[in-house]
């Protein structure tokens, strides 16, 4: 898959993400400031571009489905990946770890 030409929308994984954590809609909205409607609304999006539902819906909340669990492995090891990363950047420039860098 050629990356460049693919668009994707990286606000839906992190929907995907949340509402994966928190096995419900209504938690995830409340944690991301948004409208339950919203959440559906983007999950649904999600599964229409990728062509197959991601959770089941149950009296206690959602589950992923098995293709979705995947999914979800790769998009948390990426999530984490951009934590530290914000992270890092963060601390270097709080001067609290990095490089000193002295020009002449």
Do not use: W
Request: with cysteine; aromatic share 12%.
């Amino acid at each position: 898959m050629d990356i460049i030409n693919h668009n994707f929308d990286l606000n839906l994984y992190k929907i995907f993400y949340t509402v994966a954590q928190t096995k419900s809609i209504s938690k995830a909205a409340e944690l991301l400031y948004v409208s339950q409607p919203a959440i559906s609304y983007s999950i649904k999006t999600l599964e229409t571009t990728l062509g197959g539902p991601l959770f089941y819906r149950t009296s206690k909340g959602v589950e992923l489905t098995p293709e979705a669990e995947k999914l979800y492995n790769a998009v948390s090891d990426c999530y984490n990946t951009l934590l530290l990363g914000e992270k890092i950047f963060t601390e270097d420039k709080d001067l609290i770890t990095g490089d000193l860098y002295i020009r002449m």
